[in-house]
């Protein structure tokens, strides 16, 4: 089967700009998640998509946002870009409660 | 709320040593835990997970990690480490309900020849 997709795989913009990050989940599964890693700061939860509707979401400011589509295709949106979130974003899917497999990261830079 | 500990930043090993990395964790109600490997340039890979029974669960290419209750830890471990496991090694935990999973800081393990 198709692992999980990412586009772009890099993103270059300037600060005050907004990045519009794409995932498509693996066939089936409904559940989408976004995490952001920086550099020596682990995964970090960003967001969480189930049906349709967000489940969850971490402690990021407001201008993180995104959405989860019919086909369970996600968007992650980054308003108001800051140098600091240059970052691995990488998507991630799921049945239920199972495990996640993860895309393999839009690499988002920030001047 | 849910948090994972990895004490160590880095594990260097001898190849053909055994190799063990550390994770602690903290939730309510019984964790879900995970071990995730992630290669230079890539995605994570799923390696294993505890859910319930056996607590030492066997995964991917080789690992196998234990689930200890009393001391809250789910420590990744392999009988002898190769030259390609060398990578950065991630542990997580999920609670009840809707929670996301919460991942450590990751432990980088190099395996010297």
């Known amino acids: 089967e198709a692992g999980v997709t990412q586009s772009p795989t890099h993103l270059i913009k300037t600060r005050g700009q907004q990045a519009t990050l794409r995932c498509s989940p693996i066939?089936?599964?409904?559940?989408v998640y976004w995490y952001q890693q920086a550099l020596g700061l682990g995964l970090q939860f960003l967001l969480w998509y189930d049906e349709g509707e967000e489940r969850n979401r971490g402690n990021f400011p407001p201008r993180f946002s995104g959405r989860q589509f019919p086909n369970y295709s996600s968007e992650l949106n980054v308003n108001a870009l800051e140098l600091e979130d240059s970052a691995l974003y990488l998507c991630?899917?799921?049945?239920?409660?199972?495990?996640?497999?993860f895309g393999p990261g839009t690499r988002l830079t920030v001047t | 709320a849910q948090s994972v500990a990895q004490p160590e930043d880095q594990v260097n090993v001898a190849e053909g040593n055994p190799l063990t990395v550390k994770c602690t964790y903290s939730?309510?109600?019984?964790?879900?835990l995970f071990w995730y490997v992630q290669y230079p340039n890539r995605g994570l890979q799923f390696l294993l997970k505890y859910i319930t029974g056996d607590n030492l669960v066997k995964g991917s290419y080789g690992f196998e990690a234990e689930f200890n209750k009393s001391q809250t830890s789910f420590h990744l471990k392999k009988p002898s480490a190769l030259v390609s496991d060398s990578a950065l090694y991630f542990c997580?935990?999920?609670?009840?309900?809707?929670?996301?999973?919460?991942f450590g800081k990751g432990t980088r393990l190099s395996v010297i020849a």
């Open positions: 066939s089936g599964h409904t559940s």
């Open positions: 997580a935990v999920r609670g009840a309900g809707n929670t996301p999973l919460v």
């Open positions: 991630a899917s799921s049945l239920a409660t199972g495990a996640l497999s």
């Open positions: 939730v309510s109600g019984n964790p879900y």
